[in-house]
């Protein structure tokens, strides 16, 4: 028996060790039915490259990423999700039943990885190559890489260029750099072929059109403007009817890189070389070198963003614990130097406990300064810092004397200042922009005093605004703004909305938006205190960025972050701009407004009813992402609230739902009811005021959609340009989903949570949608008639036409 229990003791332990190390293996595959989160890894065969989740060095936000399994740093050399985070280590990564591979977290909102080549069938596959080129296979064939998504580095055999040149949906591939070291947002700069001249990879500032070449197709090879270490690169440059990009090898052939390039969020080139298992950097400037020397369109330095500027001074103490210290981030002082330069709040920056390559973040006020400790570490302030942390009881001593006496003499002058200021004219008022960072928006600072006039002015408007109430959104001078657009020239001027036009502006070489409300419109101060207020609190990449408002006279300003491609009407009601939102570009737009209506009602700090949906209030942005905008009319609603009653019934015709229209009652289904409506307007590039024959009678969208659904023939409705690229899956889906949001009754109407999630799951099991409201034809004079709509006397209603903008 003993010699038994002998011999079973090593057969058990082996068998252990087998069962460990089977479930500890990581695989370079996920397929159907598995989820990688938390440390879970994808490896690459050979253990060159791993896949898994990273935080951007502020807790608790999560990104999917690829990088060197060797590098200690754990630098991502490709991100999935730059400019939608998700919150929490609750993240999953998970091939869904339609076949696409999506990540999600405990919001339980998917967001596909793949975006733009969609699954042709739920049998597929995910899988890390050596190469570090993540794909997604249908049996053999691959049907999306996420070298055609590159991020911020380019890795052998990855493309940079034009592809599609034979279609009208151009795709070009170029790397966008971080926003700074430690936050993987699209930064500031890019990297590609050249606009001007194809033979030529440049660097150019995303909002600048002067750019650095830094080297050039000769016919048979390649040459840098500046000189790289490694000799290890072999270059080449294709160009057809078809598509025009650069990639390169390494020579040797190798499946492994062994050399690559990164654009660094200054907009220098890293080129990183694999010596064994360390990797050597070598930074090279745009700047540099024998061409870019000489040349005028090298990259200019910025200019402070800062009020209090972005050089740093060297003094010696200990920060107090008054001071918000951000916990250490792996990097060395140059970095920890750009990440502090890029955040205004930043005051000062140090190394951790004297490790060159730990990083702390300091944030507080001059007052938190003062009262620096004695020590030797090294603190980086930001600005002229002359702090002597030895004399500091001295120095308050003679504080304490002096303050009282300074302050009489300082508020005398004042007196004196705002007296002379009287007689004098009012002078220009400028205005400071600044950049900062999850997405490229722009922020703006204050107007500065001018006239007196001007300053009551501003005292005025902040008070009737509660100015507190909306963080310091900055107020503009008119005169600023009326100079950004050329005093509101009918060239700059973009459209004309229900409230006034809407013009092109350009404010220190940003390019903005400014609606200016006319006189006559409908939208009244109260409106536009109800925007300024509101937008200022609502933040989503799906809602469109207020910057600043201005107040002068009777003149009422609003100043938007600009959308290149302006609002979704124009392309989709457009029979030659609405070839160019092919299917796939259009489910994006449709669940992106999806997301951002799920954000006003229920995962904002405010529960928001939007009230005016439109299609020409969806703005969309150069990467054709969707922005909801124009909240004058939107209300709030209390935590524990989800509808509300009007007298006063504003919006516009085809929009509203009918229980908002006759009774003036909303809730968040009135805005269901508005998204259902776009959604058949984008799927059949048709207005809702259109009129159609269906069986000899007159239908409007509603009830010819509600009809062709009904007898089995919604393919009809289909926009022609989409016949190519549209799936018939989805687009049943979304005429299924669209016809359940128009439902008369609006506790039949799904909420939005529960749309998002039907729009992301074909397969699951819809209700049957009931008859919609007004499905049948009704003219604009009908929707205003007391008799059709039996409309209580006591409710004001103003109701708008459409018109792109």
Not at 298 to 311: F, R
Request: charged fraction near 20%; glycine fraction near 8%; charge should be neutral.
């Amino acid at each position: 028996m003993d010699t038994v229990k002998i011999l079973a003791f090593p057969f058990l332990v082996n068998i252990f060790c087998c069962f460990w190390f089977c479930k500890s293996y990581a695989s370079d595959t996920l397929v159907p039915g598995e989820t990688l989160g938390g440390n879970q890894t994808l490896v690459s065969p050979l253990g060159v490259f791993e896949l898994g989740f990273f935080p951007n060095g502020k807790v608790p936000k999560q990104y999917l990423g690829i990088w060197l399994k060797n590098d200690k740093y754990k630098k991502p050399v490709w991100v999935a999700n730059q400019d939608s985070p998700l919150v929490d280590n609750s993240a999953i990564l998970y091939i869904r039943d339609d076949g696409n591979l999506v990540i999600s977290d405990v919001r339980g909102l998917p967001s596909v990885v793949n975006n733009g080549r969609a699954a042709p069938s739920s049998n597929t596959s995910c899988m890390l190559l050596d190469s570090g080129n993540l794909v997604l296979m249908e049996g053999e064939n691959m049907f999306w890489q996420s070298f055609d998504s590159p991020t911020d580095t380019y890795l052998p055999g990855m493309k940079l260029g034009w592809f599609n040149l034979d279609t009208d949906h151009i795709r070009k591939q170029f790397l966008v750099s971080w926003l700074t070291p430690l936050d993987p947002t699209k930064g500031n700069f890019l990297f590609g072929v050249d606009t001007n001249d194809i033979s030529h990879l440049k660097i150019w500032r995303s909002l600048d059109a002067k750019s650095q070449p830094i080297g050039f197709w000769g016919g048979q090879n390649f040459s840098f403007y500046f000189q790289t270490k490694s000799k290890d690169y072999n270059f080449s440059f294709f160009s057809s009817s078809k598509e025009i990009y650069f990639t390169f090898s390494n020579n040797g052939n190798t499946s492994v890189p062994s050399s690559w390039f990164e654009l660094a969020p200054n907009g220098d080139i890293n080129e990183l070389i694999m010596v064994g298992k360390e990797i050597s950097i070598v930074n090279h400037s745009p700047c540099q070198g024998t061409l870019a020397a000489n040349s005028t369109k090298c990259l200019t330095v910025l200019p402070s963003l800062c009020w209090n500027g972005d050089k740093f001074t060297q003094i010696k103490g200990t920060i107090p614990d008054s001071m918000t210290v951000d916990f250490p981030a792996r990097m060395g002082l140059s970095d920890c130097e750009l990440t502090c330069e890029s955040n205004c709040s930043c005051t000062a920056y140090s190394s951790y406990n004297g490790d060159s390559n730990m990083c702390l973040l300091y944030f507080g006020g001059n007052k938190d300064l003062q009262r620096l400790g004695r020590g030797n570490q090294s603190i980086y302030v930001r600005g002229d810092a002359k702090i002597d942390s030895n004399r500091w009881k001295t120095v308050n001593l003679l504080l304490k004397i002096l303050v009282p006496i300074m302050s009489s003499l300082i508020l005398f002058i004042v007196i004196i200042f705002f007296c002379c200021l009287r007689k004098r004219k009012s002078n220009r008022i400028g205005i400071e922009m600044s950049q900062s960072g999850l997405r490229k928006s722009l922020k703006l600072f204050s107007v500065f005093s001018g006239s007196n006039a001007a300053a009551k002015d501003r005292e005025k408007n902040d008070q009737e605004l509660n100015k507190e109430d909306i963080h310091e959104l900055p107020q503009l001078s008119f005169s600023s703004i009326a100079e950004s657009t050329d005093n509101f020239s009918f060239s700059n001027k973009l459209g004309e909305g229900g409230f006034g036009p809407v013009y092109k502006g350009k404010l220190l070489g940003h390019e903005i938006a400014v609606k200016r409300l006319s006189k006559s419109s409908g939208q009244g101060f109260e409106e536009f205190k109800n925007e300024v207020q509101l937008i200022s609190e609502l933040q989503h990449r799906n809602l469109v960025k207020l910057l600043g408002y201005s107040i002068h006279e009777e003149e009422k300003i609003l100043v938007y972050e600009y959308m290149a491609n302006k609002s979704l009407d124009a392309f989709i009601f457009d029979k030659k701009r609405g070839t160019l939102l092919d299917w796939g570009q259009r489910m994006h737009i449709i669940e992106g407004i999806a997301q951002g209506l799920l954000y006003l009602h229920k995962f904002s700090r405010l529960r928001v009813i939007h009230r005016d949906l439109k299609t020409s209030n969806i703005l969309l942005d150069s990467n054709m992402n969707p922005k909801i905008s124009d909240f004058g009319m939107a209300r709030i609603c209390h935590e524990n609230e989800s509808q509300g009653i009007t007298r006063r019934v504003v919006g516009t015709y085809g929009y509203m739902s009918p229980e908002y229209a006759v009774h003036g009652h909303f809730s968040t289904k009135s805005d269901v009811f508005s998204y259902g409506v776009i959604l058949l307007e984008i799927v059949s590039g048709r207005k809702n005021t259109s009129t159609f024959e269906y069986v000899n009678r007159k239908l409007s969208l509603l009830g010819y959609a509600w009809n062709l659904w009904k007898d089995d023939r919604s393919r009809e409705l289909l926009d022609p340009t989409l016949a190519n690229s549209c799936r018939m899956k989805e687009l049943q889906l979304c005429i299924e989903v669209a016809l359940l949001c128009v439902q008369e009754n609006p506790e039949d109407r799904p909420g939005m949570s529960d749309v998002i999630s039907m729009l992301g799951n074909e397969r699951s099991v819809l209700p049957t949608p009931m008859q919609p409201a007004l499905s049948t034809y009704m003219s604009l004079t009908d929707i205003d008639s007391p008799r059709r709509l039996q409309r209580p006397s006591q409710i004001n209603v103003t109701i708008s036409s459409v018109e792109a903008r």
